[in-house]
Each structure stands twice: as C-alpha cells, then as structure tokens.
C-alpha cells in the first residue's frame, strides 16, 4: 500500500505560479513512475505531467515550457511548479503513483488549484 498527500494548492493570479507537493508513505519501494493529473468540472481526468524513478520527466502539451515536475526520493516527494498559469489551470490536481509489478494506481486526495483572470 501507497499513501500519497498532496498540498501546496490554492488561488492565485494570470501568470502566478504555485508549488504543489506530495509526500508518498508506506510501500515506497514498490513505486515506479509518479506524476500529476488534473480535473476540471464537467471533464475527465487528465495526466499533466509524470516521472520515472529515473528522473525522466514527461509532459502533456499544454504546460510544456510552464510546469516542472521533480522527485526526490530522499525525502519521498513529488513535486509540480506551475509557472505562467492560465486560467485553464483550474482544476483539482491529483498526486499519483504506479506500484508494483502490475503498476498499480495510488492517488491523493487531490489539491484545488485556482487561476483568477
């Protein structure tokens, strides 16, 4: 079993950014790859942005040059800074890691992120 908690979310401004945060526990040397999606109202789940235990990132198109992912696997932690932000950014943001042999999905509680125009 894998615990994820997220935070750092919030409302903020066009063009602001926002760090978010995720602090995994338990089974942590099962994880695999981790990363971000995000859900807007009335939309599906979308990936933002993942990582491998490598450190090889991977982005969805629109927050390429905008958002970062990075892991520590000192401290455990998944991070996304969120630069530049648009409007289109709001929405709840959902830590994720894959686990195990079979990748099993763990997902936080999610975190709401707010851009005001």
């Known amino acids: 079993q894998v615990q994820l908690v997220e935070s750092g979310g919030g409302l903020v401004q066009v063009g602001g950014s926002l760090r978010l945060s995720c602090a995994a526990s338990?089974?942590?040397?099962?994880?695999?790859?981790m990363g971000w999606y995000r859900q807007a109202p009335g939309k599906q789940r979308e990936l933002v942005a993942s990582?491998?235990?490598?450190?090889?990132?991977n982005y969805e198109d629109s927050v390429k040059g905008r958002f970062t992912i990075s892991r520590s696997s000192a401290e455990n932690k998944v991070y996304l800074q969120m630069d530049s932000l648009k409007p289109e950014d709001t929405a709840v943001y959902y830590c994720?890691?894959?686990?195990?042999?079979?990748?099993?999905?763990?997902w936080g509680q999610g975190t709401q992120v707010t851009v005001s125009s």
């Open positions: 994720n890691a894959k686990s195990g042999q079979y990748w099993r999905d763990y």
């Open positions: 338990g089974s942590i040397f099962s994880i695999n790859d």
């Open positions: 990582i491998t235990r490598g450190g090889r990132p």
